[in-house]
């Protein structure tokens, strides 16, 4: 099905633009964006720089992506964004390009980012992550598959946050958050295995109950985090989320916030 671009719209003529695509009033495209099959783009839009949309995004009213990084150390260099298919970007929304081809920013497939939300350069977002109403994330951030973070938190740049956790709004995230935990607060505070996630993500009550083990030696025995480690190695089955679990704490540069 032919693309249907707005009059007022402006699309450069060398953005690679694919079929049954629609671009509405006054959105802008520029030279070196690529943009899927099936993608939405609503009005006042702005897509600029190196950038790649996959098919069957919809991209809502006044989000601007591809800018340049936020990052005074940023020359020009040549950058880019990729995100992932059948991801939504709503109102608002703004997503800086990479500072750098090493690392492109990158959001995964199936992605909502809510209105308001910021994604700074170099971020990597994994698939099927719900990042809500005015999340801030700072640059070279890691977030793994399947995380939901709540609305009106900041997250310090560096940070990893692990796959299937859940984060509360009104937090304020300066650590790593391990993975299929949940948690809140200023400082941020766990306070349990992600019980709702992992069930609706249809994960074994076998592994929901190995995995509160894990997380009971981890943060309520009182150990430091190589005891915690040690002794999650020596008494809990190694299942894949275990292993998993173990990778991501030693793997951590800033700490796991606790």
């Known amino acids: 099905m032919k693309s249907k671009i707005h009059p007022t719209a402006i699309v450069d003529n060398n953005a690679e633009i694919e079929t049954n695509v629609v671009i ?4 802008i495209i520029g030279p070196e964006v690529k943009i899927g099959k099936g993608v939405k783009i609503s009005s006042n839009v702005l897509i600029d720089g190196r950038t790649t949309i996959g098919n069957n995004c919809r991209i809502f009213h006044s989000a601007v992506i591809g800018t340049i ?3 005074l150390k940023y020359k020009g260099e040549n950058s880019e964004v990729i995100i ?4 939504t970007i709503r109102e608002f929304v703004t997503i800086n390009r990479s500072t750098s ?5 990158k959001i995964g497939k199936n992605c909502l980012l809510m209105t308001y939300s910021h994604i700074a350069h170099d971020c990597q977002i994994g698939n099927n992550v719900i990042i809500a109403n005015c999340v801030n994330l700072g640059g070279h951030i890691l977030i793994e598959d399947k995380v939901s973070i709540g609305g009106m938190t900041p997250i310090h740049q560096f940070v990893k946050i692990g796959c299937y956790s859940f984060i509360g709004g009104f937090s304020r995230i300066a650590q790593d958050v391990a993975p299929y935990t949940k948690g809140t ?4 505070k766990s306070i349990g295995i ?3 996630g992992l069930i609706r993500n249809n994960f074994s009550e076998r592994t929901r109950s190995i995995l509160k083990k894990v997380y009971k030696i981890f943060y309520n025995s009182h150990l430091n985090t190589t005891q915690a480690v040690n002794k999650i190695n020596d008494e809990i089955e190694k299942i894949d989320e275990v292993v998993h679990f173990l990778e991501f704490v030693k793997s951590s540069e800033r700490g796991i916030a606790k």
């Open 84 to 87: 992932g298919e059948g991801t």
């Open 69 to 71: 990084p936020q990052d």
């Open 101 to 105: 081809m090493d690392h492109p920013t």
């Open 24 to 27: 509405g009033p006054y959105s």
């Open 194 to 196: 992600n019980s709702i």
């Open 185 to 188: 607060g200023i400082p941020y």
